[in-house]
């Protein structure tokens, strides 16, 4: 008897093909998304790895890093830091592999195509041809690198992020600047380098446009006649250690850091030593590298939750379409009861229909995830410009995303069997109408409402439990898509947004200590407005938990109104005042928020090796790296210099010639940077069109399954109200109702759900390097409702035609009884 009611389950699945088809889709997006984001993930890891290690295809990444861009240590300085740090390094400690000082100078790249003449600003790496550390890479298999390391004093490596959009070879000459003129290079190699796998500049998240930043790897020779330094001088020191010890990582509450940490105060004592000052970063410090890394773990902690979000949204249909189903089949279930068939052959039935829906749509996914990796990693290596090779999806990643979906499916159809075995024969078979009596209190608070817009909403909520289900599943598909349309949206709006409308500068100009009268002098004679500012990213402070951060310094000329060619957005207390005692400053909201401080208290911080006491007045919002703010003389007389680099303003028609170029060392287009960072943002919308295309696909599943089922269920009351006289418009505008005031929570339910996603997610990505704020945009809640609106009323031309072919005389028969 039990097989009689399995034909008759799989018939009923069959004819309600549009929403089995809607089920199988979300558990085959389900599959697909967790392999595909895991694979990806996968492969991601196994390249940095690749990257990272000490082999002869490595690049040994280094564990520390000591920098000062606003000073050169010499030769003598290095060697003794070196060696007093070998002397009292503690044995038990891993033991210190290599010491290597390097020169790395901002500077420019004088660039001829058919379009003119292009100043591009550049960074140079002098790296010696026998480096142990941060060594270039020159992947196999990949035919966008290639050559040699830079062994004389004439030859470059050019990074190969640029060599496409410059269109430079090997074998071709570039002339490049630092600030003190310009030479010719041989280029002899393109490759790329460990900390320069994200080709952005530091403190920024945002690339420039292709071929608008250029980074080379000189070698000693080379960087030493480009500067003009002497040989062996060094601005970076990199330490590479046995093995990779732990450094704390950013994104947990542990601390995992005890390992590198126990080796930086005996590297500040030999910096002490020898008179040097600077900054010192682990990896989880150093931002170049810790972008890497969170890129690679925001990618891993998101699989589970996407595929449990998605799985929930058809784990919820499932309920609801085979609640919808039994009810369907009571009298052929109460039959079954009344001839002795056992209620666990009844259950079995009704827990084999979503495991067989589940088998099915699991299958179609792992099948079609291999290309959602490969068009992932493809994405990656459109974004990042970094090559992966190897590409393969652990087994362990299939079992785990479809074990994962069969159990939320397995879920799904317990609660429907196990109501099936509950089902009593004489209350189906004792021809017994299924009149349902409204509920009084919903009566008295509609009763003063037109009739239709009252039964409206009596009906709309006479399954609330399946209204509240409606309601979640609409929550989770909006927040797999709004929540990140939020969190783009915010962090466009306020820095996108700051810099094209909140600034006034054409171009900066980047000069060596000194070096910026040459440049206002070149302002001067062109008519051009200027600014001095500093930009040193140096400042230390110490958090609430005791940890050392690092944090960028900048200072403008003021922060009113038209006192400096940058304005920032204060959203909490006022603009610091030059006045005696302690020293005022702003801070970035995310400093602010992460070390637990306030506006109106004061704090000490490290600046070039000096303590100072600073008083904060204001909060600042739009920056993406951890930055305090200081009025430009006060700032200057700390770090002993007056800009880092000079705002220009141009005058029409005038525009950045050689000799400018040959007296900075970079400049960067203020268009040129908006240009970048639009362009990335319009690749990851294409993305979030993808994602947001989904959301919106299962909201339209899940509005329809419902609208649907709430129709099918009301057949005898909406039959009723037919052959009693009510038309077939007052019967559409009743349903319209019913639509508007579902669509209506929904979308508020959607809009509360992307919020908090979003909010979970910023608090998730976030961390010292990198902070996301999160603003409710009205125009992106305005927008999630409306569809979810849209899509509600959508359904109600589907109802009124079902309601148009429905049988009166079969619907009403059971008034005769």
Request: glycine share 10%; with cysteine; aromatic share 6%.
């Amino acid at each position: 008897m039990s097989a009689l009611l399995n034909k008759r389950l799989a018939r009923s699945l069959w004819r309600m093909k549009l929403r089995l088809f809607a089920v199988i889709s979300m558990v085959f997006v389900g599959v697909f998304a967790g392999v595909t984001f895991g694979g990806y993930a996968a492969n991601l890891e196994t390249m940095y790895d690749t990257i990272y290690e000490d082999s002869e295809t490595g690049t040994n990444l280094a564990d520390l890093w000591i920098d000062n861009q606003s000073t050169v240590w010499s030769s003598e300085q290095v060697s003794g830091f070196c060696d007093s740090l070998r002397q009292s390094w503690p044995p038990t400690s891993a033991s210190l592999d290599s010491c290597e000082g390097r020169m790395i100078l901002k500077g420019a790249l004088f660039h001829s195509n058919e379009t003119g003449e292009h100043i591009i600003n550049s960074v140079w790496h002098g790296i010696p041809e026998n480096a142990d550390i941060d060594r270039t890479w020159f992947p196999e298999g990949n035919s966008t690198v290639g050559g040699r390391v830079a062994q004389s004093s004439n030859e470059i490596v050019i990074d190969a992020h640029v060599t496409s959009a410059l269109s430079i070879e090997i074998g071709d000459e570039v002339r490049i600047g630092a600030g003190n003129g310009s030479q010719n290079f041989t280029v002899v190699g393109i490759a790329y380098h460990p900390t320069n796998i994200y080709l952005a500049p530091e403190g920024s998240i945002f690339p420039p446009e292709p071929g608008q930043y250029v980074i080379g790897y000189l070698s000693n020779e080379g960087i030493e006649s480009l500067s003009g330094l002497e040989g062996g001088s060094s601005n970076t020191i990199m330490l590479d250690i046995e093995g990779t010890p732990g450094f704390d990582l950013s994104t947990t509450i542990e601390y995992e850091g005890q390992e590198i940490d126990d080796i930086k105060p005996i590297v500040n004592s030999s910096m002490s030593e020898n008179e040097m000052d600077g900054r010192v970063r682990d990896r989880g410090q150093n931002e170049a590298v810790e972008f890497m890394r969170l890129d690679l773990e925001g990618t891993k902690k998101s699989v589970t939750p996407i595929t449990i979000m998605i799985g929930s949204i058809a784990a919820i249909t499932i309920v609801l379409s085979l609640q919808r189903l039994i009810q369907s089949q009571s009298r052929e279930i109460a039959i079954l009861r009344t001839l002795g068939v056992p209620r666990t052959s009844l259950m079995t039935g009704y827990l084999i229909a979503p495991l067989a829906i589940g088998a099915v749509g699991c299958g179609l996914g792992a099948l079609a995830a291999p290309s959602g990796v490969n068009s992932m990693l493809d994405l990656y290596q459109g974004l990042i410009g970094i090559p992966i090779i190897e590409r393969t999806i652990p087994l362990n990643l299939y079992m785990s995303q479809i074990g994962l979906v069969m159990l939320l499916v397995f879920i799904s159809g317990a609660f429907p069997a196990w109501k099936a075995t509950r089902i009593e024969p004489l209350t189906i078979l004792g021809g017994q109408s299924e009149i349902r009596v409204g509920s009084s209190l919903l009566k008295r608070l509609t009763g003063w409402m037109p009739t239709m817009l009252g039964l409206s909403i009596r009906s709309s909520v006479r399954k609330p439990i399946r209204l509240g289900l409606t309601f979640l599943a609409v929550g989770i598909s909006l927040m797999l898509a709004g929540s990140i349309q939020m969190m783009t949206v915010g962090l466009t709006d306020s820095i996108v947004g700051g810099l094209e409308d909140d600034q006034t500068w054409d171009i900066q100009v980047y000069v060596q200590p000194g070096g910026e009268d040459d440049v206002i002098q070149w302002a001067i004679d062109n008519d051009a407005d200027w600014e001095e500012i500093i930009e040193m990213p140096i400042g230390i402070l110490e958090d609430s938990t005791g940890m050392q951060r690092t944090f960028t310094l900048v200072a403008l000329q003021g922060y009113g109104e038209e006192e400096s060619m940058k304005s920032v957005e204060i959203i909490e207390g006022n603009s610091p005042e030059d006045v005696d005692g302690e020293i005022q400053v702003m801070m970035d909201e995310g400093s602010l928020i992460m070390n637990g401080w306030s506006v109106g208290e004061s704090h000490q911080v490290q600046i070039a090796g000096t303590e100072i006491d600073v008083k904060i007045t204001g909060s600042i919002r739009g920056e993406v790296a951890r930055t305090m703010f200081f009025l430009q003389p006060e700032l200057s007389s700390i770090v002993g210099m007056n800009a880092t680099s000079v705002y220009l303003d141009l005058p029409e028609g005038v525009t950045v010639d050689d000799s400018l170029g040959m007296m900075s060392s970079g400049i960067i287009d203020r268009q040129s940077l908006l240009n970048g960072i639009e362009a990335l943002l319009e690749q990851q919308t294409q993305i979030l069109t993808a994602v947001m295309g989904l959301g919106v696909l299962f909201t339209l599943a899940v509005m329809f399954n419902t609208m649907v089922m709430n129709i099918a269920e009301r057949d005898f009351e909406l039959a009723t109200l037919r052959v009693l006289g009510a038309s077939t418009i007052g019967i559409g505008t009743m349903l319209t109702f019913e639509s508007l005031l579902i669509g209506f929570i929904g979308g508020l339910v959607g809009v509360a759900f992307a919020f908090g996603g979003a909010v979970g997610m910023a608090s998730s990505f976030s961390t010292w390097a990198f902070y996301f704020p999160v603003i409710l945009v009205p125009s992106v809640a305005f927008e999630l409702m409306s569809i979810v609106i849209v899509i509600a009323l959508a359904m109600v031309p589907i109802g009124i035609w079902r309601i148009r072919r429905m049988d009166l005389v079969e619907k009403v028969k059971d008034l005769s009884q």
